[in-house]
């Protein structure tokens, strides 16, 4: 692979941390503004800032498991590249080991 293309060691883990924040940040800070300003337009002081609220940490976590998922995937590809890997096979077994 060229040096010009090969991406530095750190940057695959800054990318999950970045994609997993956004996942933690972004829903709650929305049902947060959201929550208040509804509230305050229709007097119903904790009522929506809580319900959004917790619509947003149930959003977050769906996020946070799709984006591990995703790169739980991808590791497995990159790791068992050029390896064939038989899914019965158990190779902690001391007859399966060559």
């Not at 972004?26 to 904790?46: F, H, M, Q, T, V």
């Amino acid at each position: 692979m060229d040096k010009i293309t090969e991406k530095p060691w750190w940057q695959p883990g800054l990318e999950v941390f970045a994609e997993i924040t956004g996942w933690i940040a972004a829903p709650i800070i929305i049902a947060l503004y959201l929550g208040r300003w509804l509230d305050e337009k229709n007097g119903s002081e904790p009522l929506y800032y809580l319900s959004l609220t917790g619509v947003a940490f149930v959003v977050s976590c769906v996020g946070i498991v799709l984006v591990a998922g995703k790169y739980i995937k991808k590791m497995e590809r990159e790791g068992n590249k050029g390896k064939v890997v038989k899914k019965d096979e158990n190779i902690n077994e001391p007859g399966n080991r060559k």
